[in-house]
């Protein structure tokens, strides 16, 4: 089974700056890779797909990168709606999650 | 629009029975994969299980082997996951997602969730 790796476990930062979150895998996934956002009391919601296409209705400033085994999401400029949990999935081979990091208010 | 819209929230006793379902709506049923993920309190997301209700393939992660069953009515456009035995740490908020490409894909819908609390 592919491990997913997710780091920091929490970001804090302030409104207005960039976040980085990184993912990496135990193995290649080649661009089969995914980011989700999920809120207090939500079901989580899909942002990334393919390593770095924006879902649709997603906004710009989510920005996914990276291929084989390690992944970024950038966040350019955190909004107060995505202070939240993210998390990576592996659909390489079947589909396992990282344990998420949290980004929250600096 | 698509919808997945889950059954609603069970309280069981250890030992119980339970079936759980998942209506799709908005899309063709039989077209897509249909995962569960499991989310324990407090906890990450866990890939459970995935079957394809055009023809009821389904595969299961190594966790979850002999612990669940999936399966799907397509006349109905629902997708269930069932345990014959539950325990106490079947408690979590159960998700169906849509799952976008051929078993392994990225799950681009997903259902509000079923909370499952087990307890004596």
């Known amino acids: 089974e592919i491990v997913m790796t997710q780091s920091p476990a929490t970001l804090s930062v302030s409104p207005g700056e960039r976040a980085t979150l990184s993912c990496r895998a135990s193995q290649s996934v080649t661009s089969n890779l995914a980011w989700y956002q999920q809120k207090p009391g939500q079901a989580p919601r899909l942002l990334i797909y393919?390593?770095?296409t924006r879902a649709t209705g997603i906004p710009a400033r989510f920005t996914g990168s990276g291929s084989g085994t390690e992944f970024t999401l950038t966040i350019s400029s955190l909004q107060s709606e995505d202070f939240a949990v993210y998390y990576c999935?592996?659909?390489?081979?079947?589909?396992?999650f990282g344990q998420g990091t949290k980004v929250e208010i600096k | 629009e698509v919808q997945l819209v889950q059954s609603g929230a069970e309280v069981k006793k250890p030992g119980d029975s339970l079936r759980i379902s998942c209506k799709g709506s908005?899309?063709?049923?039989?077209?897509?994969?249909i995962g569960w993920v499991r989310q324990m309190p407090g906890k990450g997301l866990e890939w459970m299980g995935i079957?394809?209700?055009?023809?009821?393939?389904?595969r299961y992660s190594p966790s979850f082997q002999g612990q669940v069953i999936i399966s799907a009515v397509k006349s109905i456009s629902t997708a269930y996951l069932q345990w014959s035995r539950l325990k106490a740490s079947d408690t979590a908020m159960y998700y169906c997602?849509?799952?976008?490409?051929?078993?392994?894909?990225?799950?681009?819908?997903w259902g509000q969730g079923t909370l499952v609390t087990v307890s004596s």
């Open positions: 997602v849509r799952i976008m490409g051929y078993r392994s894909g990225w799950y681009d819908y």
């Open positions: 079957i394809y209700p055009g023809d009821s393939d389904t």
């Open positions: 999935q592996q659909y390489d081979n079947w589909g396992t």
């Open positions: 393919g390593a770095s």
């Open positions: 908005g899309y063709s049923f039989t077209s897509y994969w």
